[in-house]
Nanobody
C-alpha cells in the first residue's frame, strides 16, 4: 500500500511564497512519477505539476507556469512544490498523487491534502 502525506500549507499574503512537501511511504518515490493537484471550493480538481521518476521531465499547468517549481529528493522519498508570487486564486487544498502510470495521466494514490490560503 502506498501512502502520501502533504505538509507546508499555510496562510500567506499575495506575492508571498510557500513550499509544499509530500512524503511517500516505502520508498516508492523513486519508482513512480509524482503529481501535484489542487481543488478550490466549488471547483473541479486541477492539475498543477508533474515530475517523472528521476526529475528529468517536468510539466506545469499554464496557470502556474513561471511561478511554481516541482522537484524531488528520492533519498528522502519526498516531492516538493515551490510556489512563488502567490495569488488569491491559488487558494485551494493541494494534493500530491502518484501511481504506476502517471506517464499516462493516471494517479491511483492520493494524500489527504494541505490547505493553502492566499490573502489579498
Amino acid at each position: 500500500q502506498v501512502q502520501l502525506a502533504e505538509s507546508g500549507g499555510d496562510l500567506v499574503q499575495a506575492g508571498g511564497s510557500l513550499r509544499l512537501s509530500c512524503v511517500v511511504s516505502r520508498g516508492t518515490l523513486s519508482m513512480y512519477g509524482m503529481g501535484w493537484f489542487r481543488q478550490a471550493p466549488g471547483k473541479e480538481r486541477e492539475f498543477v505539476a508533474f515530475i517523472d521518476t528521476n526529475g528529468s521531465v517536468r510539466n506545469y499547468a499554464s496557470s502556474v507556469k513561471g511561478r511554481v517549481t516541482i522537484s524531488r529528493d528520492n533519498a528522502k522519498n519526498t516531492v516538493y512544490l515551490q510556489m512563488n508570487s502567490l495569488k488569491p486564486e491559488d487558494t485551494a487544498v493541494y494534493y500530491c498523487a502518484t501511481g504506476p502510470r502517471t506517464y499516462r495521466g493516471e494517479y491511483d494514490y492520493w494524500g489527504q491534502g494541505t490547505q493553502v490560503t492566499v490573502s489579498s
